[in-house]
């Protein structure tokens, strides 16, 4: 309905490949930084980066209390 709407979060998924030879720690160096640049840049409440790993995977579900 309206509400639900109204507070609907707008969802953004990226993937970004490393340049050949990078190591997967180069990457994920390189992944924290820029997060932490956008972040910076960006400095809004309603702004939030799940995360920006390239080993990692993070599930967020979206539920109501009575889910």
Not at 3 to 13: F, K, M, N
Not at 28 to 50: G, H, M, N, P, T
Request: glycine content about 4%; proline content about 6%.
């Amino acid at each position: 309905g309206e509400i639900a709407l109204s507070s609907l979060p707008r969802i953004e998924q990226i993937f970004v490949n490393a340049p050949a030879g990078w190591r997967p720690r180069d990457m994920e160096r390189r992944l924290f930084v820029a997060r932490r640049r956008i972040e910076k840049r960006v400095q809004d409440d309603s702004f939030y980066v799940c995360s920006f790993s390239n080993l990692v995977t993070i599930y967020k579900g979206l539920c109501m209390p009575a889910d």
